[in-house]
């Protein structure tokens, strides 16, 4: 079963850019779309975007020009850097594997458990 | 922009039946997920393809898909199922979730 894990700093400055790291173990990056999404405290979830182990990205458009995505196959890492933070954007940021997208029928099957990123001075 | 529309609470008695929706336009004509998440816990994939469950997901949960309405029905309810219930699809490449359900067993 492969497993994800999310790392980077809990606490991040307005204005300046979160950064994050999603690892993958017991399993390949390869050949699959690998997606994160947030939860601010109490709300529901949003997609931020997702990329594709070769490199190609869709992004949400509500936060397009903010959002990079990137991908390490080296390291079986990818990354998230979202830039001019603000409160807003202080949520649980999970990583997610997409099954199923070549096919037809995607599915995030596998998360990471996630983790708090608060936007404060 | 698409969306994703759910009732914010859903209660159920032990041993009812429990059916969450998830309107959207045209969603039929998509495929719908739904995802199972207790409180500090991360989101689970409980359907797929409108009504195929993840190995390990109990029989209990099943889906349906037509017209404008995606529904998650949960069979024999336990205890155990309660949690916030996301829906979730694809709008060409962009992905939307419903604002979630709260499903409350009483």
């Known amino acids: 079963q492969v497993q994800l894990q999310e790392s980077g700093p809990g606490l991040v400055k307005p204005s300046e850019t979160l950064s994050l790291t999603c690892t993958v173990s017991?399993?390949?990056?390869?050949?699959?779309?690998w997606s994160w999404i947030r939860q601010p405290p109490g709300k529901g979830l949003e997609w931020i975007g997702h990329?594709?182990?070769?490199?190609?990205?869709n992004y949400n458009p509500s936060l397009k020009g903010r959002v990079t995505i990137s991908v390490d196959t080296s390291k079986n890492q990818f990354s998230l850097n979202l830039s001019s933070v603000t409160a807003a954007d202080t949520a649980v940021y999970y990583c997610?594997?997409?099954?199923?997208?070549?096919?037809?029928?995607?599915?995030?099957?596998?998360w990471g458990q996630g983790t708090l990123v608060t936007v404060s001075s | 922009s698409y969306e994703l529309t759910q009732p914010p609470s859903v209660s159920v008695s032990p041993g009812q039946t429990a059916s969450i929706t998830c309107s959207g336009d045209?969603?039929?004509?998509?495929?719908a997920c739904w995802y199972q998440q207790k409180p500090g816990q991360s989101p689970v994939l409980v359907i797929f393809?409108?009504?195929k469950r993840p190995s390990g997901i109990p029989e209990r949960f099943s889906g349906s898909n037509s017209g404008n309405t995606a529904t998650l029905t949960i069979s024999g309810t336990q205890a155990l199922d309660e949690a916030d219930y996301y829906c979730?699809?694809?709008?060409?490449?962009?992905?939307?979730f419903g604002g979630g359900t709260k499903l409350t067993v009483l």
């Open positions: 997610a594997r997409v099954l199923g997208k070549v096919a037809g029928n995607p599915r995030f099957d596998s």
């Open positions: 017991s399993g390949s990056i390869s050949s699959f779309y």
């Open positions: 990329i594709y182990y070769s490199g190609s990205t």
């Open positions: 045209k969603l039929g004509d998509k495929y």
């Open positions: 393809q409108n009504s």
């Open positions: 979730q699809a694809w709008d060409s490449s962009n992905v939307v």
